[in-house]
């Protein structure tokens, strides 16, 4: 069984700057989840989808960053623009029942 | 949601069996508990997930005392290969699309041979 696909694995940006990371989940799983994970911290659910729309954005900085789902399917994160506190591992998740996650994105700003 | 506390990190030598407890005071009637497994350069690896006694599956045990304040992940006879980052979480259960699995800063354990 294929897991979840992310891509970039690694992105390098400077502050002001824009950055987008896709994830597609592992076929059937309705529920995808972008985490934010700072080095030394455990994962910060940022948006949760079920299909194609939004269960859970409450941690999302909507000046900032923005998530969508379309067709249910594959997934884009961006972030518009990015601050040196933004430097992190970017992760998605899919699930039925438990999360699967992909290897995620590292996200370096200078 | 509730918030669960967990040792920051713990040592072990190969062979032994693990336990890491994770105290969850304030959870909820509907809460199950589960956890993860984290290695570096990884995204987490779920576990186990349970509500109430014991669970057991191929990779570890899962305790929890009837009042369910706390928990107790049981590793058995370990190897250098569970040296990782392990979190517990309250919430959900998965897949129910309940309260969302919020992740702590988590324990590290570190196997030594």
């Known amino acids: 069984e294929a897991g979840v696909a992310q891509s970039p694995r690694y992105k390098i940006i400077e502050k002001r700057q824009s950055v987008a990371f896709w994830c597609n989940p592992i076929?059937?799983?309705?529920?995808l989840y972008w985490y934010q994970q700072i080095l030394g911290q455990g994962p910060k659910l940022l948006i949760q989808f079920q299909n194609n729309g939004v269960v859970d954005d409450s941690q999302l900085p909507k000046d900032r960053f923005s998530a969508e789902r379309l067709k249910g399917v594959d997934s884009t994160l961006k972030i518009q623009p990015a601050k040196l506190e933004d430097s992190a591992v970017y992760l998605c998740?899919?699930?039925?029942?438990?999360?699967?996650f992909g290897p995620g994105t590292r996200l370096t700003v200078t | 949601l509730a918030k669960t506390t967990q040792p920051i990190s713990m040592d072990s030598y190969e062979g032994q069996e693990v336990n890491i407890t994770c105290s969850h005071n304030n959870i909820a009637t509907n809460d199950y508990i589960t956890w993860y497994q984290q290695f570096p350069s990884q995204g987490p690896r779920f576990i186990i997930q349970g509500y109430k006694t014991k669970v057991t599956n191929e990779v570890a045990s899962l305790f929890i005392p009837a009042d369910r304040k706390s928990s107790t992940l049981s590793l058995p006879r370990v190897s250098l290969s569970d040296t990782a980052v392990y979190y517990c979480?309250?919430?959900?259960?998965?897949?129910?699309?309940?309260?969302?699995?919020?992740f702590g800063k988590g324990t590290r354990l570190s196997v030594i041979a």
């Open positions: 979480l309250v919430g959900g259960p998965e897949g129910s699309g309940n309260t969302p699995l919020v």
């Open positions: 998740a899919s699930s039925f029942y438990e999360q699967y």
């Open positions: 076929s059937g799983h309705a529920t």
